[in-house]
């Protein structure tokens, strides 16, 4: 049995699509309950539904052979995993925003709100700019408007967000989309099965 994290949400409904395109149906998965795991023995797999951000850790753990993750929760988490491919699909940015007054003098310790604080870390030092992390759970959008924070480092996909809260992007820091990926003994003892999938969803992305 393949076992298959897809993430919940926005993304999912396109990845598991993939999958099917791949030859791997699960008919069941397009009831409409609130049922998280599906299975087809038949084809001998078996999905279930998580946060999108947990995907990564049932994959590096072995309770999921493979899934899809996003590069943001990648780099952020850097699970001991495989990344297999990028799908390109979930294609949004990291990036650094601010409200449109804000001015940086570069003279004082900049606050920073962010879900991703490996990722604000590492690109602060990489420019030498000491930061003050503020680390947040949702809503980043807000704690410069209320003087939490300087900036923001944030997901941004068609900018809405940012424009509706008057703020905007100061800097790129990297562009983000969802990648499959794979548990490395699972890609061991189960190599015939990912590598099928692998191909097929390699083939998918070229015709897009
Ligand atoms: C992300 C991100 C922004 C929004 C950007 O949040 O944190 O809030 O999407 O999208 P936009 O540029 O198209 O407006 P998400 O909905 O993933 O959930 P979150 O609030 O849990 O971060």
Same mark, same amino acid.
């Given at each position: 049995m393949l076992n &298959?994290? /897809?993430?919940?949400?926005?993304?999912g409904e396109k990845v598991y699509a993939m999958f099917e395109a791949a030859g791997y149906e699960c008919p069941s998965i397009k009831e409409n309950n609130r049922k998280l795991i599906f299975e087809n023995t038949q084809k001998q797999v078996r999905y279930f539904w998580v946060k999108p951000s947990d995907v990564s850790i049932y994959v590096e753990r072995g309770a999921a052979?493979?899934?899809?993750?996003?590069?943001? &929760?990648? /780099?952020?988490?850097?699970?001991?995993?495989?990344?297999?491919?990028?799908?390109?699909l979930g294609k949004c940015r990291m990036a650094?925003?601010?409200p449109k007054s804000f001015h940086d003098d570069g003279m004082r310790t900049l606050r920073v709100a962010t879900k991703f604080t490996n990722i604000a870390a590492r690109y602060y030092a990489g420019l030498g700019r000491e930061i003050d992390i503020?680390?947040?759970?949702g809503s980043i959008e807000i704690a410069p408007i209320l003087g939490l924070s300087d900036v923001i480092v944030d997901i941004v996909e068609t900018g809405t967000t940012l424009k509706e809260n008057n703020l905007e992007v100061i800097a790129e820091i990297l562009p983000i989309s969802a990648r499959l990926i794979a548990n490395k003994a699972s890609f061991?003892?189960?190599s015939a099965e990912i590598e099928n999938i692998m191909r097929s969803m390699k083939e998918q992305v070229s015709k897009k």
């Open positions: &298959i994290a /897809l993430p919940k949400g926005r993304l052979d493979i899934g899809v993750a996003g590069k943001d &929760i990648l /780099l952020e988490y850097e699970p001991n995993i495989y990344e297999l491919l990028d799908l390109d650094v925003a601010a503020i680390k947040l759970n061991k003892f189960k």
